[in-house]
């Protein structure tokens, strides 16, 4: 999110107005548009893409990879197309790239410039200027990059950083010390433009749309697996081929209607064409564990992933030990769990999750505040959060609630102002447009 002096916090009171029903189709996959942009913008020919997610973080991914010599336009029926300069073509950005408050627009870019013979500068807003970068210095350093980022003391520096890439780098095989699929992104970008092949060993699995799409896009790549451990392979110097590409709806996304629609009374939600990678659909199953009631109609598959239309009712649900090795499925999804288990029946207990710590802000610290300030019962602990839960009783509601520059934060909190009694006031709703720029008018649409 870019902070100019003219853009002011913008609060806002959110409360209960009535069931959710009708169907509703949630913007393009977060994770994918970042990807198309990307791979587009080193492949041969004109890829076009539909759906594509027009929030602030994808918005300063196009606008990276135009500084680096993509074509990229937007036809007026929103479709997109990316004109892409080939692997090895990226050109030297004449100013910083500023990435806003998008920590896999930042993560990603720094592999791809790695194997490149350019130079960028990364500058974000104040939450991703707090962000770990280390995690990605240490494998991109490996392979020859030569990175100078700030503060080396926070989680191995961070924005903002330079980055002067290698040609050629050298490849590497490096197994993930944390379950990131924005590290493991990085890596295989790298590897990309790398001759050689460069190999990442993922002890738990993450979400696999790099893998997908580079394959999609012509790469040589390989995935093996042997007793849960995934051994990624990509041969470099590659040649992508432009390709048609339509974007699934986002599930991260739909994880904030589909609370909503499973705690407010009288609510029967669909929401059409849902992303359920199963490396993404942990919301799902551990909702469904709690007693909610999620149909998946009309499953099929769009752009090389599994998506469905989800019909969903206001369900009793119940506290549940949440399995930590589920946490990767469902990783950016824990803020809005935290509100449905608030109303839940009984406890819910979370542990191993450590990167919330680590996202927009602190997830874990920030929702437990954001939740004890509007009457649920919540105990913060090293890495998770206890709740519990009302049995199906409203909340106090109150606030205003700090956002830290969080959208996920903003939107959970919006979902938990339609459970209370006196509405739950957000203190800045800007963030949202990262993510989701129209799940207020959605929701506003929705509930009524
Ligand atoms: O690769 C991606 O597109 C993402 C990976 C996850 O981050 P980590 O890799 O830091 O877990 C997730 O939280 C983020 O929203 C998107
Ligand atoms: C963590 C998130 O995104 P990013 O890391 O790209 O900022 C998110 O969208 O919840």
Request: no cysteine; glycine share 12%.
């Amino acid at each position: 999110m870019s902070e100019t002096p003219t853009s002011w916090p913008t609060p806002r009171k959110f409360a209960g107005a009535g069931p959710l029903r009708g169907t509703i189709r949630v913007p393009g996959d977060k994770s994918i548009s970042h990807r198309t942009l990307m791979l587009g913008a080193l492949a041969v020919g004109k890829t076009t893409i539909r759906g594509l997610l027009e929030g602030e973080d994808v918005l300063a991914t196009a606008a990276a990879m135009r500084a680096m010599g993509a074509i990229i336009e937007r036809s007026e029926d929103g479709v997109w197309s990316v004109r892409g300069v080939g692997v090895g073509g990226l050109l030297q950005p004449v100013q910083a790239l500023d990435m806003g408050n998008s920590g896999t627009s930042t993560r990603l870019l720094m592999g791809l410039i790695a194997s490149h013979g350019i130079t960028a500068t990364f500058i974000g807003d104040a939450s991703l200027s707090g962000r770990p970068m280390g995690r990605v210095i240490e494998p991109l350093s490996e392979m020859g990059a030569e990175i100078t980022a700030s503060r080396p003391e926070i989680g191995g520096g961070t924005l903002p950083l330079m980055v002067r890439g290698s040609l050629p780098a050298v490849p590497i095989t490096y197994r993930l010390p944390v379950a990131s699929a924005q590290v493991k992104s990085a890596v295989l970008l790298a590897g990309l433009n790398t001759p050689g092949i460069t190999t990442v060993i993922e002890p738990v699995p993450t979400r696999d749309h790099s893998e997908r799409m580079l394959k999609g896009f012509g790469a040589d790549l390989s995935v093996e697996e042997a007793d849960g451990v995934r051994t990624i392979r990509i041969r470099g110097e590659a040649e992508l081929t432009a390709r048609d590409i339509e974007v699934p709806g986002d599930p991260s996304s739909a994880a904030f209607f589909i609370v909503a629609a499973l705690t407010v009374p009288g609510s029967d939600l669909i929401i059409e064409n849902v992303g359920l990678n199963p490396t993404r659909a942990g919301i799902v199953t551990v909702l469904r564990a709690m007693g909610g009631n999620i149909e998946p109609l009309n499953q099929r598959e769009v752009g090389g992933e599994p998506v469905a239309d989800l019909r969903v009712r206001h369900s009793a649900l119940t506290g549940i030990e949440v399995d930590p090795a589920l946490a990767p499925s469902m990783i950016d999804e824990f803020p809005v769990l935290f509100v449905a288990a608030s109303v839940a029946s009984g406890r819910t207990t979370t542990s191993g999750l450590e990167e919330l710590r680590v996202k927009e802000s602190d997830r874990l610290t920030a929702m437990a505040t954001a939740l004890q300030a509007i009457g649920a019962r919540v105990t913060e602990t090293e890495d998770g959060l206890l709740i519990d839960g009302t049995g199906g009783e409203l909340l106090a509601g109150g606030g205003p609630i700090t956002t830290h520059l969080d959208h996920r934060i903003a939107m959970s909190m919006a979902i938990a102002g339609l459970v209370s009694r006196d509405g739950v006031e957000v203190d800045d709703t800007r963030p949202i447009a990262t993510s989701f720029p129209t799940f207020e008018t959605m929701l506003s649409e929705r509930a009524s």
